[in-house]
Protein backbone atom coordinates (compact mmCIF):
# COMPACT_ATOMS: atom_id res chain seq x y z
CA UNK A 1 0.00 0.00 0.00
CA UNK A 2 1.15 3.61 -1.01
CA UNK A 3 1.30 6.24 1.41
CA UNK A 4 -0.14 9.37 0.41
CA UNK A 5 2.26 11.98 2.22
CA UNK A 6 0.27 15.08 3.47
CA UNK A 7 2.60 17.23 4.10
CA UNK A 8 3.12 20.90 2.24
CA UNK A 9 6.40 22.04 1.01
CA UNK A 10 6.66 25.37 0.07
CA UNK A 11 9.24 27.33 -2.31
CA UNK A 12 9.77 30.68 -2.03
CA UNK A 13 11.49 32.05 -5.79
CA UNK A 14 10.75 30.37 -8.71
CA UNK A 15 13.94 30.97 -10.03
CA UNK A 16 16.79 28.06 -11.12
CA UNK A 17 17.23 26.76 -7.65
CA UNK A 18 13.29 26.74 -6.86
CA UNK A 19 12.63 25.05 -9.92
CA UNK A 20 15.59 22.32 -9.21
CA UNK A 21 14.65 21.99 -5.64
CA UNK A 22 10.73 21.40 -7.28
CA UNK A 23 12.17 18.68 -9.79
CA UNK A 24 14.15 16.81 -6.94
CA UNK A 25 11.24 15.94 -4.51
CA UNK A 26 9.07 14.77 -7.26
CA UNK A 27 12.32 12.46 -8.45
CA UNK A 28 13.09 11.85 -5.29
CA UNK A 29 9.04 10.36 -4.79
CA UNK A 30 7.58 12.88 -2.73
CA UNK A 31 4.14 12.69 -2.78
CA UNK A 32 2.77 15.49 -0.77
CA UNK A 33 1.79 19.38 -1.76
CA UNK A 34 4.40 21.19 -3.51
CA UNK A 35 3.83 25.14 -3.91
CA UNK A 36 6.59 27.12 -5.70
CA UNK A 37 5.80 31.15 -5.62
CA UNK A 38 7.71 33.73 -7.44
CA UNK A 39 7.44 37.02 -7.93
CA UNK A 40 8.12 37.06 -11.26
CA UNK A 41 5.65 36.87 -14.03
CA UNK A 42 7.68 34.43 -16.04
CA UNK A 43 7.81 30.48 -14.96
CA UNK A 44 11.60 29.66 -13.87
CA UNK A 45 13.97 30.41 -16.61
CA UNK A 46 17.68 30.52 -16.36
CA UNK A 47 20.18 33.80 -16.51
CA UNK A 48 22.97 33.18 -18.57
CA UNK A 49 21.82 33.79 -21.78
CA UNK A 50 20.32 37.12 -20.11
CA UNK A 51 23.85 38.09 -20.96
CA UNK A 52 24.74 36.42 -24.17
CA UNK A 53 22.64 34.50 -26.62
CA UNK A 54 19.57 36.91 -26.21
CA UNK A 55 21.09 39.30 -26.70
CA UNK A 56 23.53 38.37 -29.38
CA UNK A 57 20.28 36.85 -31.40
CA UNK A 58 21.76 33.52 -31.03
CA UNK A 59 19.66 31.95 -28.24
CA UNK A 60 15.42 31.64 -28.42
CA UNK A 61 13.79 33.33 -25.87
CA UNK A 62 11.53 29.87 -25.90
CA UNK A 63 14.64 27.80 -24.62
CA UNK A 64 15.23 29.69 -21.53
CA UNK A 65 13.06 28.33 -19.24
CA UNK A 66 14.07 25.58 -16.83
CA UNK A 67 11.24 23.05 -18.06
CA UNK A 68 8.17 23.03 -20.42
CA UNK A 69 5.21 25.01 -19.59
CA UNK A 70 3.11 21.62 -18.72
CA UNK A 71 6.09 20.54 -16.36
CA UNK A 72 4.72 21.99 -13.75
CA UNK A 73 0.99 20.58 -14.16
CA UNK A 74 2.24 17.06 -15.44
CA UNK A 75 4.58 16.87 -11.69
CA UNK A 76 1.75 18.34 -9.42
CA UNK A 77 3.61 21.51 -8.48
CA UNK A 78 1.81 24.28 -8.02
CA UNK A 79 3.80 26.93 -9.52
CA UNK A 80 2.12 30.86 -8.42
CA UNK A 81 3.87 33.59 -10.59
CA UNK A 82 3.48 37.00 -10.34
CA UNK A 83 3.06 36.23 -6.64
CA UNK A 84 5.24 38.04 -4.76
CA UNK A 85 5.58 36.88 -0.32
CA UNK A 86 5.64 39.22 1.60
CA UNK A 87 6.80 37.11 5.41
CA UNK A 88 7.58 34.06 6.29
CA UNK A 89 5.45 33.86 9.69
CA UNK A 90 7.45 31.00 11.85
CA UNK A 91 5.34 30.24 14.53
CA UNK A 92 2.56 29.70 12.39
CA UNK A 93 4.57 28.36 9.76
CA UNK A 94 2.87 30.11 6.94
CA UNK A 95 4.20 32.37 4.65
CA UNK A 96 2.08 35.52 3.93
CA UNK A 97 1.59 36.84 0.06
CA UNK A 98 1.04 40.55 -0.96
CA UNK A 99 -2.94 39.91 -1.07
CA UNK A 100 -2.51 39.33 2.50
CA UNK A 101 -3.70 35.33 1.98
CA UNK A 102 -1.62 32.54 3.79
CA UNK A 103 0.26 29.07 2.66
CA UNK A 104 0.61 27.26 5.28
CA UNK A 105 4.48 24.96 5.15
CA UNK A 106 5.71 21.94 6.78
CA UNK A 107 9.01 22.62 5.71
CA UNK A 108 10.12 25.89 3.29
CA UNK A 109 12.59 26.67 1.37
CA UNK A 110 14.07 30.29 0.41
CA UNK A 111 14.84 30.64 -2.94
CA UNK A 112 14.88 34.56 -3.55
CA UNK A 113 18.16 34.77 -5.29
CA UNK A 114 19.74 38.30 -5.43
CA UNK A 115 19.37 41.32 -7.30
CA UNK A 116 21.93 43.62 -9.12
CA UNK A 117 23.49 46.33 -6.59
CA UNK A 118 22.13 49.71 -7.10
CA UNK A 119 24.29 53.17 -7.30
CA UNK A 120 23.03 55.72 -5.04
CA UNK A 121 22.49 58.30 -8.22
CA UNK A 122 19.75 59.47 -9.60
CA UNK A 123 19.20 59.01 -13.43
CA UNK A 124 17.38 57.01 -15.97
CA UNK A 125 19.89 53.47 -15.99
CA UNK A 126 19.55 50.15 -16.60
CA UNK A 127 20.16 47.00 -14.71
CA UNK A 128 20.37 43.23 -16.15
CA UNK A 129 18.65 40.46 -13.59
CA UNK A 130 14.95 39.46 -15.77
CA UNK A 131 14.20 38.64 -18.88
CA UNK A 132 11.98 41.84 -19.81
CA UNK A 133 16.29 43.60 -18.68
CA UNK A 134 17.54 41.48 -21.35
CA UNK A 135 15.20 42.24 -23.57
CA UNK A 136 15.05 45.69 -23.31
CA UNK A 137 18.41 46.03 -23.91
CA UNK A 138 18.35 44.05 -26.52
CA UNK A 139 16.37 45.89 -28.53
CA UNK A 140 19.04 48.99 -28.05
CA UNK A 141 21.83 47.04 -29.06
CA UNK A 142 22.02 48.53 -32.74
CA UNK A 143 24.67 49.68 -34.70
CA UNK A 144 26.07 53.22 -34.28
CA UNK A 145 23.93 53.07 -30.65
CA UNK A 146 26.25 53.90 -27.95
CA UNK A 147 26.09 52.09 -24.54
CA UNK A 148 28.35 52.48 -21.04
CA UNK A 149 28.26 50.14 -18.60
CA UNK A 150 29.44 50.76 -15.55
CA UNK A 151 31.36 47.90 -13.78
CA UNK A 152 34.00 45.56 -15.79
CA UNK A 153 32.80 42.67 -13.86
CA UNK A 154 32.02 38.84 -15.71
CA UNK A 155 28.29 39.97 -16.61
CA UNK A 156 29.28 43.53 -17.55
CA UNK A 157 31.99 42.04 -19.71
CA UNK A 158 29.27 39.52 -21.33
CA UNK A 159 27.49 42.69 -22.24
CA UNK A 160 30.17 44.49 -23.71
CA UNK A 161 30.92 41.73 -25.99
CA UNK A 162 27.69 41.09 -27.16
CA UNK A 163 26.85 44.89 -27.79
CA UNK A 164 30.52 45.45 -29.67
CA UNK A 165 28.84 42.40 -31.97
CA UNK A 166 26.05 44.24 -32.31
CA UNK A 167 27.87 46.88 -33.72
CA UNK A 168 27.30 49.07 -30.70
CA UNK A 169 29.82 51.53 -29.55
CA UNK A 170 31.11 50.95 -25.84
CA UNK A 171 32.78 52.25 -23.19
CA UNK A 172 33.34 50.38 -19.85
CA UNK A 173 33.74 52.80 -16.72
CA UNK A 174 35.75 50.86 -13.39
CA UNK A 175 36.90 51.22 -10.23
CA UNK A 176 39.78 48.97 -10.43
CA UNK A 177 42.50 49.42 -12.72
CA UNK A 178 41.77 46.45 -15.03
CA UNK A 179 38.01 44.59 -15.63
CA UNK A 180 38.11 41.42 -13.12
CA UNK A 181 40.82 42.20 -10.91
CA UNK A 182 39.71 41.24 -7.55
CA UNK A 183 38.90 38.04 -9.00
CA UNK A 184 41.79 37.21 -11.96
CA UNK A 185 44.93 39.39 -10.75
CA UNK A 186 47.25 41.65 -12.94
CA UNK A 187 48.30 38.92 -15.82
CA UNK A 188 44.89 37.39 -16.60
CA UNK A 189 43.04 40.49 -15.98
CA UNK A 190 45.31 42.58 -18.42
CA UNK A 191 44.50 39.56 -20.80
CA UNK A 192 40.59 40.31 -20.96
CA UNK A 193 41.24 44.13 -21.11
CA UNK A 194 43.46 43.69 -23.82
CA UNK A 195 40.78 41.22 -25.61
CA UNK A 196 37.65 44.02 -25.11
CA UNK A 197 39.59 46.70 -26.80
CA UNK A 198 40.80 44.89 -29.73
CA UNK A 199 37.10 45.07 -30.08
CA UNK A 200 36.78 48.21 -29.95
CA UNK A 201 35.66 48.43 -26.16
CA UNK A 202 37.16 51.80 -24.59
CA UNK A 203 37.77 51.50 -20.76
CA UNK A 204 37.97 54.13 -18.50
CA UNK A 205 39.66 52.57 -15.04
CA UNK A 206 40.37 54.08 -11.88
CA UNK A 207 37.59 56.01 -12.35
CA UNK A 208 33.55 56.07 -11.44
CA UNK A 209 29.98 57.29 -12.16
CA UNK A 210 29.36 60.69 -10.66
CA UNK A 211 26.66 62.11 -12.43
CA UNK A 212 24.09 60.30 -14.68
CA UNK A 213 22.50 62.67 -17.23
CA UNK A 214 20.21 62.70 -20.36
CA UNK A 215 23.05 62.88 -22.27
CA UNK A 216 25.64 60.21 -20.95
CA UNK A 217 27.81 59.42 -17.74
CA UNK A 218 29.85 61.97 -15.98
CA UNK A 219 32.54 60.31 -14.93
CA UNK A 220 34.70 61.47 -11.14
CA UNK A 221 37.01 62.95 -13.00
CA UNK A 222 34.58 65.67 -15.22
CA UNK A 223 34.85 63.10 -18.56
CA UNK A 224 31.46 63.00 -20.13
CA UNK A 225 30.93 59.31 -21.67
CA UNK A 226 28.19 59.96 -24.57
CA UNK A 227 25.62 57.05 -24.17
CA UNK A 228 22.23 56.14 -25.51
CA UNK A 229 21.89 53.51 -22.79
CA UNK A 230 23.89 53.20 -18.95
CA UNK A 231 23.63 50.24 -18.05
CA UNK A 232 25.05 49.56 -14.64
CA UNK A 233 26.70 45.97 -13.54
CA UNK A 234 28.17 46.21 -9.87
CA UNK A 235 27.35 43.07 -8.32
CA UNK A 236 24.22 41.35 -7.07
CA UNK A 237 23.01 41.35 -3.21
CA UNK A 238 21.53 38.42 -1.90
CA UNK A 239 17.71 38.94 -1.30
CA UNK A 240 17.19 38.23 2.19
CA UNK A 241 14.69 40.54 3.62
CA UNK A 242 12.21 37.93 4.06
CA UNK A 243 14.66 35.36 6.10
CA UNK A 244 15.90 38.72 8.36
CA UNK A 245 12.44 39.79 9.01
CA UNK A 246 11.82 36.23 10.22
CA UNK A 247 14.68 36.57 12.12
CA UNK A 248 16.41 33.66 10.79
CA UNK A 249 20.36 33.91 10.99
CA UNK A 250 21.75 36.20 8.48
CA UNK A 251 25.10 37.86 7.39
CA UNK A 252 25.83 38.02 3.39
CA UNK A 253 22.96 35.50 2.81
CA UNK A 254 21.20 33.33 4.52
CA UNK A 255 23.19 31.29 6.68
CA UNK A 256 23.03 27.69 6.63
CA UNK A 257 24.61 24.37 7.02
CA UNK A 258 25.88 21.91 4.70
CA UNK A 259 22.65 20.18 4.78
CA UNK A 260 20.94 23.82 3.07
CA UNK A 261 19.18 24.18 6.82
CA UNK A 262 18.80 27.29 8.31
CA UNK A 263 18.64 27.56 12.49
CA UNK A 264 14.84 26.96 12.11
CA UNK A 265 14.90 23.10 11.32
CA UNK A 266 12.09 23.17 8.81
CA UNK A 267 13.09 26.18 6.94
CA UNK A 268 16.45 25.58 4.28
CA UNK A 269 17.64 27.93 2.38
CA UNK A 270 19.37 27.32 -1.43
CA UNK A 271 21.26 29.26 -4.55
CA UNK A 272 22.56 32.67 -4.81
CA UNK A 273 20.82 33.34 -1.25
CA UNK A 274 22.30 30.78 0.63
CA UNK A 275 25.92 31.13 2.24
CA UNK A 276 26.39 27.56 3.14
CA UNK A 277 28.68 26.05 5.63
CA UNK A 278 30.69 24.03 2.93
CA UNK A 279 31.72 20.37 3.67
CA UNK A 280 34.88 20.09 1.80
CA UNK A 281 36.78 23.82 2.53
CA UNK A 282 35.05 23.69 6.03
CA UNK A 283 34.11 27.31 5.34
CA UNK A 284 30.69 29.18 4.70
CA UNK A 285 30.66 30.21 1.45
CA UNK A 286 27.82 32.22 -0.68
CA UNK A 287 28.33 31.39 -4.93
CA UNK A 288 26.38 33.12 -7.39
CA UNK A 289 26.84 30.62 -9.95
CA UNK A 290 24.19 28.45 -12.14
CA UNK A 291 25.49 25.40 -11.40
CA UNK A 292 25.39 26.42 -7.46
CA UNK A 293 21.76 27.40 -7.70
CA UNK A 294 21.06 23.28 -9.77
CA UNK A 295 23.43 21.85 -6.66
CA UNK A 296 22.34 23.49 -4.03
CA UNK A 297 18.72 23.66 -4.90
CA UNK A 298 18.62 19.61 -5.49
CA UNK A 299 20.23 19.20 -1.98
CA UNK A 300 18.01 21.52 0.11
CA UNK A 301 15.14 19.46 -1.49
CA UNK A 302 17.20 16.04 -0.10
CA UNK A 303 17.21 17.44 2.85
CA UNK A 304 13.71 18.71 3.58
CA UNK A 305 13.10 15.02 2.88
CA UNK A 306 15.12 14.06 5.94
CA UNK A 307 18.17 12.83 3.83
CA UNK A 308 21.76 13.14 5.02
CA UNK A 309 23.21 15.84 3.16
CA UNK A 310 26.86 17.47 2.94
CA UNK A 311 27.21 20.20 0.56
CA UNK A 312 30.88 19.47 -0.93
CA UNK A 313 30.63 20.82 -4.55
CA UNK A 314 33.23 22.79 -6.02
CA UNK A 315 31.81 25.70 -7.00
CA UNK A 316 31.96 26.02 -10.61
CA UNK A 317 31.31 28.80 -13.27
CA UNK A 318 31.35 29.90 -17.46
CA UNK A 319 31.31 32.42 -19.77
CA UNK A 320 31.65 33.07 -23.62
CA UNK A 321 32.85 36.43 -24.23
CA UNK A 322 33.56 37.02 -28.72
CA UNK A 323 35.51 33.28 -29.41
CA UNK A 324 36.58 33.18 -25.58
CA UNK A 325 34.83 30.39 -23.96
CA UNK A 326 36.05 29.70 -19.91
CA UNK A 327 35.19 27.38 -17.30
CA UNK A 328 36.75 28.43 -13.88
CA UNK A 329 36.01 26.00 -10.44
CA UNK A 330 37.25 26.35 -7.24
CA UNK A 331 37.04 28.84 -4.33
CA UNK A 332 39.86 30.92 -3.18
CA UNK A 333 39.75 31.88 0.65
CA UNK A 334 39.36 35.95 1.74
CA UNK A 335 42.69 36.98 2.03
CA UNK A 336 44.41 34.37 0.38
CA UNK A 337 47.27 35.18 -2.03
CA UNK A 338 48.02 31.98 -4.47
CA UNK A 339 50.20 31.85 -7.28
CA UNK A 340 49.57 31.92 -10.42
CA UNK A 341 50.66 28.79 -12.96
CA UNK A 342 49.91 29.10 -16.49
CA UNK A 343 49.87 25.64 -18.60
CA UNK A 344 49.23 26.69 -22.32
CA UNK A 345 49.47 30.24 -24.69
CA UNK A 346 47.90 33.50 -22.86
CA UNK A 347 48.39 35.79 -25.30
CA UNK A 348 47.08 33.22 -28.05
CA UNK A 349 44.18 32.69 -25.23
CA UNK A 350 43.83 29.02 -24.77
CA UNK A 351 44.97 28.08 -21.63
CA UNK A 352 44.53 26.82 -18.26
CA UNK A 353 45.39 28.99 -14.85
CA UNK A 354 45.58 27.59 -11.28
CA UNK A 355 45.55 29.69 -8.51
CA UNK A 356 47.65 27.60 -5.71
CA UNK A 357 49.05 27.54 -2.22
CA UNK A 358 52.77 25.70 -2.06
CA UNK A 359 50.76 23.22 -4.85
CA UNK A 360 47.58 22.97 -3.48
CA UNK A 361 45.55 23.84 -6.70
CA UNK A 362 42.63 26.86 -5.09
CA UNK A 363 40.97 27.25 -8.20
CA UNK A 364 41.73 26.68 -12.03
CA UNK A 365 40.11 28.21 -15.11
CA UNK A 366 40.19 27.03 -18.78
CA UNK A 367 40.01 29.16 -21.45
CA UNK A 368 39.08 28.43 -24.82
CA UNK A 369 40.49 24.56 -23.82
CA UNK A 370 37.71 21.51 -23.38
CA UNK A 371 37.10 18.56 -21.43
CA UNK A 372 39.70 19.67 -18.54
CA UNK A 373 37.04 21.05 -15.94
CA UNK A 374 36.49 17.76 -14.18
CA UNK A 375 39.77 17.18 -13.90
CA UNK A 376 40.65 20.61 -12.75
CA UNK A 377 37.77 20.09 -10.17
CA UNK A 378 39.38 16.95 -9.09
CA UNK A 379 42.66 18.47 -8.40
CA UNK A 380 40.64 20.99 -5.88
CA UNK A 381 38.75 18.17 -4.31
CA UNK A 382 42.03 16.52 -3.60
CA UNK A 383 43.70 19.52 -1.61
CA UNK A 384 47.14 17.70 -2.12
CA UNK A 385 50.08 19.75 -3.01
CA UNK A 386 51.44 19.69 -6.69
CA UNK A 387 54.56 20.59 -8.21
CA UNK A 388 53.45 23.83 -10.10
CA UNK A 389 56.25 22.76 -12.75
CA UNK A 390 54.55 19.29 -13.36
CA UNK A 391 50.62 21.88 -13.49
CA UNK A 392 52.57 24.08 -15.88
CA UNK A 393 53.74 21.46 -17.80
CA UNK A 394 50.92 20.98 -21.24
CA UNK A 395 52.61 16.86 -21.74
CA UNK A 396 51.30 16.06 -18.13
CA UNK A 397 47.55 15.07 -18.05
CA UNK A 398 45.54 16.94 -15.51
CA UNK A 399 43.81 13.80 -14.66
CA UNK A 400 47.21 12.20 -13.36
CA UNK A 401 48.06 15.24 -11.08
CA UNK A 402 44.81 14.57 -9.13
CA UNK A 403 45.92 11.23 -8.26
CA UNK A 404 49.27 11.87 -7.60
C1 LIG B 1 22.58 38.34 -16.74
C2 LIG B 1 23.11 37.18 -15.94
C3 LIG B 1 24.04 36.32 -16.52
C4 LIG B 1 24.55 35.25 -15.79
N1 LIG B 1 25.49 34.43 -16.38
C5 LIG B 1 26.00 33.40 -15.67
C6 LIG B 1 26.98 32.54 -16.26
O1 LIG B 1 27.38 32.72 -17.40
N2 LIG B 1 27.46 31.52 -15.51
C7 LIG B 1 27.05 31.29 -14.23
O2 LIG B 1 27.53 30.35 -13.59
N3 LIG B 1 26.13 32.11 -13.64
C8 LIG B 1 25.59 33.14 -14.33
N4 LIG B 1 24.66 33.97 -13.74
C9 LIG B 1 24.27 33.72 -12.34
C10 LIG B 1 23.11 32.74 -12.26
O3 LIG B 1 22.12 33.07 -13.17
C11 LIG B 1 22.54 32.78 -10.84
O4 LIG B 1 23.54 32.28 -9.97
C12 LIG B 1 21.26 31.99 -10.69
O5 LIG B 1 20.24 32.56 -11.44
C13 LIG B 1 20.82 31.91 -9.23
O6 LIG B 1 19.60 31.24 -9.16
P1 LIG B 1 18.62 31.45 -7.91
O7 LIG B 1 17.45 30.56 -8.19
O8 LIG B 1 19.37 31.32 -6.65
O9 LIG B 1 18.19 32.99 -7.97
P2 LIG B 1 17.35 33.79 -9.06
O10 LIG B 1 17.66 33.28 -10.42
O11 LIG B 1 17.61 35.23 -8.76
O12 LIG B 1 15.83 33.44 -8.71
C14 LIG B 1 15.23 33.90 -7.52
C15 LIG B 1 13.78 34.21 -7.81
O13 LIG B 1 13.13 34.49 -6.58
C16 LIG B 1 12.20 35.53 -6.78
N5 LIG B 1 11.87 36.17 -5.49
C17 LIG B 1 12.69 36.90 -4.71
N6 LIG B 1 12.04 37.32 -3.59
C18 LIG B 1 10.78 36.82 -3.69
C19 LIG B 1 9.63 36.90 -2.86
N7 LIG B 1 9.64 37.59 -1.71
N8 LIG B 1 8.49 36.28 -3.26
C20 LIG B 1 8.46 35.57 -4.42
N9 LIG B 1 9.52 35.47 -5.24
C21 LIG B 1 10.67 36.08 -4.89
C22 LIG B 1 12.93 36.45 -7.76
O14 LIG B 1 12.03 37.31 -8.42
C23 LIG B 1 13.58 35.44 -8.69
O15 LIG B 1 12.73 35.11 -9.77
C24 LIG B 1 24.13 35.04 -14.45
C25 LIG B 1 23.20 35.93 -13.86
C26 LIG B 1 22.70 36.99 -14.60
C27 LIG B 1 21.71 37.94 -13.97
Redo the contacts with the bound molecule.
Sequence with gaps: MTMIDDRTFVI???????AKAAETLRAEGFSGRVVL????TERPY???P???GLLLGTAERDNVYVHAADWYRRHDVELRTA???RAIERAGHRVRLADDSTVGYDRLLL????EPRRLPLPGDVAY??TLAD?QHLAGGLRDGARLVIVGAG??GL?IAAAARERGAAVTVVETAPLPLHRVLGDRLAASFAAMHAAHGVVFHFGRQAAEFRADGVVLDDGTLCPADTVLVAVGVRP?TE?ARAAGLAVDDGILVDHGLRTDDPDVFA????AAVDHALFGHRIRV??????IDT?AAAARSMLGQEVAYDRVPY???DQYDLGMEYAGWIPPGAEPDLVIRGDLDGREYVAFWHDKGQVLAGMNVNVWDVNESIQELVRARVPVDPARLADPSVPLADLANA
Aim: a negative charge; proline letters at 4%; charged letters at 20%.
Design positions: VGAGLAGLGEEERPLSKTPVATGALRSWIERLAGDVEHWATAGFFT
